[in-house]
């Protein structure tokens, strides 16, 4: 059965809300109603959202994406306005989501559908509910993807189920995502909010530092011969955070944090 995910606190009306607890923001897509369709709204608060967040690698730890009601999203709104204040602004959007300093999960439930998927394969992480279903359907109308789907898509589960995915329009439930890679796990619906919360307390509770400096080197070399990509781990990745000292020696407050270096 599907769940449906009340929205967080804020105002009605903005389409993408932030709550933050415990150095986690919830960042929620807020149009219930309109299966959160992503419309240029949606990408302009969510860009709003996501300026934020690169500022506050020191406050934020993990950046979880998620949707209010029935669903994640069921993909890009093409009933309503679609002039963008710039060109390729929707993809350069989920550039940024990808990009975020901070590891990035999408927690999702229900559809998760063309640009809906396109957000979460911007995520580092994917934790799906029972009910949620994956589905690429840029060719059910006459569309090509330029939101990254034909990049990121493969380099999740490889490029022969992601031809499969594309050239069908066929749906992935949550327990198939699960095993093909798609999903880092997949719960029971009741269980999502919980798993979701557990995972991105985990990531929280290990240095920053050391998971931003990982990432940087994970997007610095994504693509590049294995050597070029030793190469960079060898001499550009930072060895050793300013929380180092006080890890090894038992002595690290969670509570206080400190910036990371880099």
């Not at 769940?3 to 919830?26: C, K, M, N, Y």
């Not at 060719?139 to 594309?166: C, D, H, K, S, V």
């Not at 050391?210 to 080197?217: I, L, T, V």
Request: glycine share 8%.
């Amino acid at each position: 059965m599907t769940s449906s995910i009340a929205p967080a606190t804020g105002p009605a009306l903005d389409p993408v809300l932030r709550e933050d607890r415990d150095s986690v923001a919830l960042l929620t897509l807020n149009r219930p109603s309109k299966r959160n369709a992503l419309d240029i709204a949606t990408f302009v608060a969510l860009e709003a959202h996501l300026a934020d967040l690169e500022a506050q690698v020191d406050e934020i730890g993990v950046v979880v994406v998620r949707g209010a009601g029935p669903c994640f999203s069921a993909g890009a709104d093409i009933s309503g306005p679609t002039r963008s204040p710039r060109p390729h602004f929707q993809a350069s959007v989920i550039e940024r989501l990808a990009n975020l300093p901070q590891p990035v999960i999408a927690s999702v439930h229900g559809h998760c559908v063309t640009g809906g998927l396109e957000v979460a394969l911007a995520s580092d992480l994917i934790v799906a509910a029972e009910s949620a279903r994956f589905a690429d359907t840029h060719a059910r109308f006459a569309l090509a993807a330029n939101w990254g789907l034909t990049q990121r898509l493969p380099r999740r589960i490889g490029a022969y189920r992601a031809r499969e995915m594309m050239f069908t329009n066929r749906e992935v439930d949550g327990r198939e995502a699960e095993r093909i890679g798609l999903a880092t796990r997949c719960v029971p619906d009741a269980e999502l909010e919980t798993e979701t919360a557990t995972l991105a307390a985990a990531i929280v509770a290990g240095s920053w530092f050391s998971h931003q400096e990982h990432k940087r080197a994970l997007l610095r070399t994504d693509g590049v011969p294995l050597t070029a990509g030793l190469a960079d781990e060898q001499y550009r990745v930072m060895r050793v955070g300013p929380d180092f000292a006080e890890r090894a020696g038992g002595r690290f407050d969670d509570s206080k944090r400190r910036p990371p270096v880099g």
